[in-house]
């Protein structure tokens, strides 16, 4: 009798077990394609991501370089003060998004542009993601709100 409640234990520990691994192999395997990475436009020439990979860059949009295409096609160019990116984005920009302005966006880096298939910008006057902040500093650019 005593056996039988014991093997039944070991047959419920080994269930829960392998229900256990296979949810954590569907849950990885289903977020395989929602971790983006952040890089800055240093880094993505430094390191040139394969043309598949989806990764998230940030920094400000540089000066001078806001082209409207035709229809929802708008070119510009992300800089963090050391190193400059081109992007192509077709979509609808965020109204807040504007030359010198901080913006992230998830896209793929073909050919020597970024890719753009999503486009944020900053929502207030002083917020700026922590990502595009810390790479900033990195390059020296960096200044505090309220600073001229």
Known sequence: MKSLKKQRRIQVILVVVAALVLSTGLIGYAMRDGINFFRSPSEVLAEPPQAS???RMGGLVEEGTLVRGEGETVRFSVTDGGASVPVVFTGVLPDLFAENEGMIGTGTYVNGIFE????LAKHDETYMPKEVIDALKE??????PGES
């Open 116 to 119: 753009a298939t999503e486009i």
């Open 139 to 144: 390059q020296g650019v960096y200044q505090e």
């Open 53 to 55: 990979e989806v990764f």
